[in-house]
């Protein structure tokens, strides 16, 4: 009987997509190396790795990129119908489905200004001080989440946040390690900025369809062709372009 739902839910998802003719609208918030914008097209790991998915599954695909809550908005209203780069979560089970096979795996890290080293070894450390954060992004370790320890003070780009962060308006920041130092480069950064060691949360990053019978079918479907993309060389070689120096130099060891 599973077999045969599946094969159901697989053959109206086709024929839905089909009969609307109408590409699929996909939305993400910049988030490089993740996704990102470069000379008026989108690249970046993920984008890029779902682009080749979906192109071998047939499916032809829109994309916008806007800021994160924009993107939340969009999928609660119907407007989107996948959302690229979302951690998933009990709440979101009720309006997103999630593939199995997820993005990227991510370690959130805290990053500070180099002449101002704060210590950073337990949460305790962190009293009294404002750290950076993103509007809207979920950080999966609920002590950090929740701690009225310190204060969040949210920007509305990443790019702004470690503009804070050198300036001194805010303490630290807290973003994904890869991400973090990708953007480094982009802005020139590296030798202001640097990283605490300890890791905040991990998580996993998936493209989250909106729940509808057609996009269950679908996000089936996305999820094994890209598990079978990701044991290819051509995966290999699209990760490797966007591995950090950090990622790099212990992969080398």
Known sequence: MPAFRTLAIVLLACLDLAARAEPLRIVSEPWAPYVFEENGQPRGLDYEASAIVFKRLGIEVQWSLMPWKRCLV?????LADAVLDIFHTDERETQM???KEPLSEIEFVLFY???RPYPFRRLADLQGLKVGVSPGYWYADKAFRTSPLFIREPAPTHEANLGKLVRD????????????HFLLRQLGLDGQVAQHSRVVSRDRLYLAFRRRPHL???????????????QEPQYAQLEARYRDPIEASASNR
């Open 74 to 78: 969009e999928m609660e209203s119907g």
């Open 216 to 230: 269950e079918g679908l996000a089936e479907r996305f999820s094994a062709e890209l598990r079978r993309f990701k």
């Open 169 to 180: 308006r805010v303490d630290l920041i807290v973003n994904d390690r890869r991400a973090g």
């Open 113 to 115: 200004a180099r002449q």
């Open 97 to 99: 489905v999630f593939p």
